[in-house]
């Protein structure tokens, strides 16, 4: 399997160690007081599956009418339809519950181990976050769904607010069974690092993305491409690979953009009109943290504020395209 670096291995095995033994400090506030192992979670992904049930044999109105009354209800910012500012209509939301319903059964076996594992598994992930991050103070209240195909897990702006969710659908969708620390740890420093911006072109998504899971990396050394979300689409890393400088000079040109055409190709499985592999942004922008990684530890990283960030961004993507070129 394939690594981001030969010399990140070769670092990874030491660093860890001394974080396994300082991991157990890594639970106080600066003053003193203790972390709570973990967030309040929400769940409805769970009721989900109860709705499901006992509307077997019903119409889809009927399921929509007590999916709504009994989950939707309970987090309206989310399954309401105002957030989508007037591009989603109620009866478009409705088609989506239909849609999920449908889904439902083939789904059924991953997304039950989804809910099944999730409050078990998250405190030992948290633990595990901190050993890096000893300061993360899981504080956030974090919502537990069925996501009706939107995400697998990740922060939404709901009400002026940033909301932490994960989308048992999606994670069932995109892991199967299988759910590595690496997809947890990557969520969870989304939730540690809220950079704000006053506006969002594509370096800050880059820099979002590629720095978690960067991060998360580094705590899972030998996690896979799929572990990595790497292979969605398949063979998504390895295709960007065999083009790298092509995609390094189509990223710096889009580096300020706005356009969501260029952020769709970067970072949605629907991609763009390049011939370059969709999502590849995730990758690229795993290369550019490396990167900056040379020159600022990963905790200082996590820390610079959003005005501080671009320079870091541009110069990353400057040297690796140099880099590449040389390489040549």
């Not at 660093?15 to 007081?33: C, E, F, S």
């Not at 083939?106 to 998250?122: I, P």
Request: glycine share 6%; with cysteine.
């Amino acid at each position: 399997m394939k690594r981001i670096s030969r010399l990140s291995r070769l670092l990874l095995g030491p660093l860890l160690g001394t974080l396994m033994a300082v991991g157990a400090a890594g639970t106080v506030h600066a003053d003193g007081t203790a972390l709570q192992p973990v967030m309040k979670v929400h769940d409805l992904a769970g009721p989900f599956a109860e709705v499901w049930d006992r509307n077997v044999g019903r119409s889809d109105e009927e399921f929509i009418r007590d999916f709504k009354a009994t989950v939707a209800a309970k987090f309206p910012a989310f399954y309401g339809v105002e957030r989508f500012a007037g591009k989603k209509s109620e009866a478009q939301r409705d088609a989506e519950i239909a849609a999920a319903r449908a889904a439902f059964p083939a789904l059924r076996d991953a997304y039950t181990q989804k809910v099944n594992s999730f409050n078990r598994d998250l405190p030992t992930h948290i633990a595990s976050f901190r050993k890096l991050f000893p300061d993360y103070e899981a504080k956030n209240d974090l919502w537990f769904v069925h996501s009706l195909g939107e995400m697998d897990g990740g922060k939404r702006r709901l009400n002026d607010e940033l909301v932490f969710i994960f989308g048992a659908d999606m994670m069932a969708k995109n892991q199967g069974k299988d759910a590595g620390a690496f997809f947890f740890h990557h969520e969870l420093f989304h939730d540690y690092q809220p950079m704000q911006c006053s506006s969002w072109p594509v370096w800050t998504s880059l820099w979002q993305e590629g720095l978690a899971s960067y991060a998360a990396q580094q705590l899972n050394p030998n996690a896979t491409d799929d572990e990595m979300l790497l292979n969605l689409p398949p063979n998504m890393a390895v295709d960007t690979r065999k083009q790298l400088g092509r995609a390094l000079d189509d990223l710096y040109t889009k580096l300020d953009s706005t356009d969501q055409e260029a952020y769709s190709g970067l970072f949605l499985r629907k991609g763009d009109k390049s011939g370059m592999p969709a999502r590849r942004g995730y990758y690229l922008g795993m290369l550019v943290a490396e990167e900056a990684a040379k020159s600022m530890s990963l905790q200082q990283l996590a820390k610079l504020p959003c005005d501080a960030v671009r320079p870091v961004v541009v110069a990353a993507v400057e040297r690796l395209r140099k880099a590449h070129a040389a390489a040549k």
